[in-house]
Each structure stands twice: as C-alpha cells, then as structure tokens.
C-alpha cells in the first residue's frame, strides 16, 4: 500500500477509458479492504471505516475531505454515527482510474 500512498493524483484525461479489469485485480491486492460496487454500470472503489461515535466519524470525514482538496480527487462520503462510507470514482472516465487507488490508500493511511 505505501506505493500507492505516495503517488499524486493527475487529472484524468475526459472521455478516457477506465482502467481495465486487469489494472483494477492489481490494484485492488493493493487496498485489499476495499470493495469494488458497481452502480448505473459504473465501476466504484467503497469502503467503511468504523468509529466509536459521530465526533470520530465527522473528524475522519474531514480529513478526508482535507486529503481530497489536496489531491484534487472528490469522493462520495457518507458520515453515520459510528462509520463513514468513503466511494472512488472517477467521472471523466466513468469508471475507475488510478486516481481513485491512490486517494483509496491515503484515506486507508489517514484511519490507521
């Protein structure tokens, strides 16, 4: 994972294709606790991060958020009491890109 975690997100070229399902295997073994979903026929890397109340789920997703205006890569966040849901995607590609294997590995690194 610390490979990822040190890489940058760059902008992804609109209209671009998706990683394919190869790219994504290999990738994924990197962030093992993260799922692959699929919605409306898109690829999407998901997580939920667990917290013992709402104070640590909201300062998570802020850091988060922090992590997210850094690398210019924006994710769908759901704060809960106790959990966050965090989801990659990339919509210039509609799909998955490796920004969102990056920004997945940093937000792994921001909970440990």
């Known amino acids: 994972m610390g490979g990822l975690a040190q890489m940058k997100c760059s902008r992804p070229r609109s209209g671009g294709p998706p990683l ?24 999407q890397l998901e997580r939920t991060f667990k917290f013992k109340n709402f104070v640590e789920a909201l300062q998570f997703t802020n850091q988060v958020g922090e992590l997210a205006e850094e690398e210019d890569h924006h994710p769908a966040l759901l704060t809960e009491w106790g959990k966050v849901t965090v989801t990659w995607w990339t919509h210039a590609v509609k799909g998955l890109h490796l920004n969102d294997f990056i920004a997945a590995a940093k937000a792994d690194q921001t909970y440990t």
């Open 20 to 43: 394919s399902d190869e790219r994504i295997a290999e990738l994924h073994s990197q962030v093992p606790d993260w799922q692959i979903v699929e919605r409306e026929g898109i690829k």
